[in-house]
C-alpha cells in the first residue's frame, strides 16, 4: 500500500520534474530518464511517452544535434507555454508540499 | 529480457498505427539503449529499468491516436482516438461503455431521421405535382425542398454533436492517463 502510494506520487510529480529539469538545460532522452530514474526511483521508459504528450501540448519542442559517435541526437528544449506552465505548476508544489510539511509537522 | 525482445514487443503493441509514428517511437528506445551502452549499463538491466514494454506501447498509441484526432478531424482518426482511450484499462471501458451506446444511439437516430426527412422532401418536391393535384406545384416543391433543407441541417447537427462527443472522449482519456493509469501501474508494480 505505501508503495502504492509513492508510484502515484511520483507519477503525479514527473512531468514537473521534467520541465525543472529542462528549464535548467536542454537535455536528450536519456539524459532525462536516467537523471530522473537516478533522483525518484521509477521506470524509465515511461519518460519517452510523457516527452511525447509534453510535445503535443506544445511545452516542450525538439532539435537535433550532430553527434560525434552515432546518428544525431534529439534534444528537448521548453517553449514560452512550457516555462509559463513549470512556474505555474511550481508555485502550486511549492504551497501544496509546505501546507502538507505543516500538517505532517504539526502531527509529531 | 534482451534489447531486441523490448524492441519487438514495442513493435507489436504499436501495430496498426501509422509507420512513421512507429519508427518515431521505437527510435526513442533505441537511443535510449545506445546511450545506455555507451553508459556501460547491461543490456537487460536497461530492459528492466525501462519498464514493461506492453504498457508502454499503450500509453504511447494512445498519445498519438488523440493527437491524429485533433490534427485531422475524420471518422477514422475518431475511431482510432477512441480505441486507444478504451485500450488504457478495463476500467475505463466498464464506466463509458454504457455512455457511449446511449449518446450513440442518440447520434444515430438523428442521422437516421435526418436522411429520412432528407428522402421525403425530395420524393414530395419531385413527385408530388403530380400525385397530389389539389395543392399548387409552386408550394409542393418549396415544401419539398424546406424539408430536404431541414434534414440537412439535422445532419449538420448531429456531426457537431459526434465531434463534441469525441472532443469530450479525447479529454476524458487524457485525464485518465493522467489519474487512473497511475492507480494501473501501482497494481502491477505491488502485485
Redesign the interface.
Known amino acids: 500500500?505505501v508503495?502504492?502510494?509513492q508510484?502515484?506520487l511520483k507519477?503525479?510529480v514527473l512531468e514537473l520534474c521534467v520541465l525543472a529539469l529542462i528549464s535548467r538545460a536542454d537535455a536528450?532522452?536519456?539524459?532525462i530518464?536516467?537523471r530522473l530514474?537516478e533522483g525518484i526511483e521509477m521506470?524509465?521508459?515511461?519518460i519517452?511517452?510523457l516527452?511525447?504528450?509534453l510535445q503535443?501540448e506544445g511545452l516542450v519542442e525538439t532539435y537535433l544535434v550532430e553527434s560525434t559517435?552515432?546518428?544525431s541526437?534529439?534534444y528537448y528544449r521548453l517553449t514560452k507555454a512550457g516555462a509559463a506552465r513549470f512556474d505555474a505548476q511550481k508555485t502550486e508544489w511549492t504551497a501544496f508540499s509546505a501546507a502538507v510539511n505543516a500538517i505532517l509537522g504539526g502531527a509529531q | 529480457m534482451t534489447r531486441q525482445n523490448f524492441i519487438d514487443r514495442l513493435r507489436a503493441g504499436l501495430a496498426g498505427l501509422p509507420t512513421p509514428a512507429i519508427a518515431d517511437?521505437v527510435a526513442?528506445?533505441e537511443?535510449?539503449f545506445?546511450?545506455?551502452s555507451?553508459?556501460g549499463r547491461d543490456e537487460a538491466a536497461?530492459a528492466a529499468?525501462?519498464?514493461?514494454?506492453d504498457r508502454?506501447a499503450r500509453?504511447?498509441r494512445a498519445?498519438?491516436g488523440?493527437?491524429r484526432w485533433?490534427a485531422e478531424r475524420n471518422p477514422s482518426a475518431a475511431a482510432n482516438a477512441v480505441f486507444a482511450v478504451l485500450g488504457l484499462g478495463a476500467i475505463d471501458i466498464l464506466i463509458l461503455l454504457p455512455i457511449l451506446l446511449w449518446v450513440g444511439g442518440v447520434l444515430l437516430g438523428f442521422y437516421i431521421a435526418s436522411v429520412a426527412l432528407f428522402g421525403v422532401g425530395g420524393v414530395l418536391m419531385v413527385a408530388g405535382p403530380f400525385v397530389i393535384h389539389a395543392a399548387p406545384v409552386l408550394a409542393l416543391v418549396l415544401a419539398g425542398l424546406g424539408l430536404m433543407a431541414g434534414g440537412a441541417s439535422l445532419t449538420a447537427l448531429a456531426t457537431i454533436g459526434s465531434v463534441g462527443c469525441i472532443n469530450a472522449l479525447v479529454w476524458y482519456g487524457r485525464l485518465h492517463?493522467?489519474l487512473l493509469?497511475?492507480?494501473l501501474?501501482?497494481?502491477g508494480?505491488?502485485g
Do not use: F
Not at chain 1, 536528450?28 to 539524459?31: D, M, N, S, T, V
Open positions: 500500500m508503495e502504492a502510494v508510484v502515484q507519477k503525479g536528450y532522452g536519456y539524459e530518464a536516467s530514474a521506470g524509465e521508459g515511461t519517452y511517452p516527452m511525447r504528450r503535443a559517435a552515432g546518428p541526437r534529439k | 517511437a526513442d528506445y537511443t535510449h545506445d546511450d545506455a555507451a553508459a536497461v529499468a525501462l519498464g514493461d514494454p508502454l500509453e504511447l498519445e498519438i488523440l493527437r485533433e492517463m493522467r493509469k497511475p492507480a501501474d501501482a497494481q508494480i505491488v
